[in-house]
């Protein structure tokens, strides 16, 4: 699963393509890339050196939040601390799937965490940044003319109810969230005249029900190839499960790079990402993943993005 941090960025695929061509380091060596052209670089992989550059900090993440970022919580609750330290005094807390407005970006203390990243929290402190999912609340045209076999399609808000039938009264399903995808299948009006997307699940083969303006369709251009006159052969995807970030190759050049969170082991199994040499035998836009009890570390995920299934 590829991560960004809140801040960096935002470009497609082929904007990044663009831009690598003229000239990214080497694998591992994103931080010497001019800090000018390939500063969304450094705010994505590269924190370790804002540990001892104030200058570079600065430099990193000034003007680099949207004006309406946000983070919604992951864990049960977070804490909000008037210094970016777990060592400050805490002058608040929020719980699960609250949604906080992310003002700013800190490094803290690396006595902390191995994750140095602090969220500012409006004005009133800073929070971990492992605790909070970077969200935007984006609404979007209702697409009524969805093709024969469905559309994918992004959830584009920082978290939305489905429910089995149309209509905000309806039982929930589950809740999806940010950035997750998932297959459209129809649109159908509630007894009010809203719209809402009839969604497939690709694991029970349900239907379930979103409101349309929360998800995105995505065209096709977005889906294609990126680059379909590269061989297969000469494509490979490098991890580098210690520091938790790949790299993408072309003919042995890195075009795309991005944090990744690999596997572990849990109480109920080892579910760690392997290291060793494999081929990517299939690709899904989404998909269901489900496991185990819920309540022993068991899961149950609707709408994984772009997943790559491995030998």
Do not use: C
Not at 11 to 26: D, H, M
Not at 42 to 54: A, I, K, Y
Not at 238 to 247: D, N, P, T, Y
């Amino acid at each position: 699963m590829v991560m960004n941090p809140a801040g960096a960025t935002s470009i497609t695929r082929r904007q990044f393509l663009n831009l690598s061509s003229t000239g990214v380091a080497a694998a591992g060596l994103v931080a010497i890339a001019p800090l000018t052209r390939f500063r969304h670089l450094l705010e994505w992989f590269d924190f370790s050196q804002t540990r001892t550059s104030d200058n570079l900090n600065n430099l990193i993440f000034t003007n680099s939040l949207r004006p309406n970022q946000q983070g919604r919580v992951l864990n049960a609750s977070i804490d909000v601390f008037d210094v970016p330290s777990f060592s400050g005094t805490r002058v608040n807390s929020y719980w699960r799937d609250w949604i906080l407005p992310i003002t700013n970006i800190r490094i803290g203390k690396s006595e902390d965490s191995f994750n140095l990243v602090w969220y500012k929290i409006g004005n009133e402190g800073y929070a971990h940044s492992g605790g909070l999912q970077p969200v935007l609340t984006e609404t979007n045209p209702i697409v009524r003319d969805i093709p024969p076999g469905g559309a994918l399609a992004v959830v584009t808000v920082p978290f939305t109810d489905a429910h089995w039938d149309p209509g905000d009264n309806e039982p929930v399903a589950y809740r999806f969230y940010y950035a997750t995808t998932y297959w459209v299948i129809e649109t159908v009006n509630d007894a009010n005249g809203i719209t809402w997307y009839g969604v497939r699940d690709d694991k029970w083969e349900y239907m379930f029900y979103v409101p349309a303006a929360h998800l995105r369709i995505i065209p096709a251009d977005e889906v294609k190839p990126i680059s379909p006159d590269v061989p297969a052969k000469d494509k490979k995807i490098e991890v580098h499960l210690s520091e938790q970030f790949m790299i993408a190759y072309e003919y042995n050049q890195p075009v795309f790079m991005a944090r990744i969170a690999s596997g572990a082991k849990f109480s109920n199994g080892d579910f760690s990402t392997p290291a060793g040499r494999y081929m990517t035998f299939h690709k899904r836009a989404s998909r269901h993943m489900a496991r185990g009890n819920l309540a022993a570390n068991g899961y149950d995920l609707p709408g994984v993005p772009w997943n790559s299934y491995i030998t």
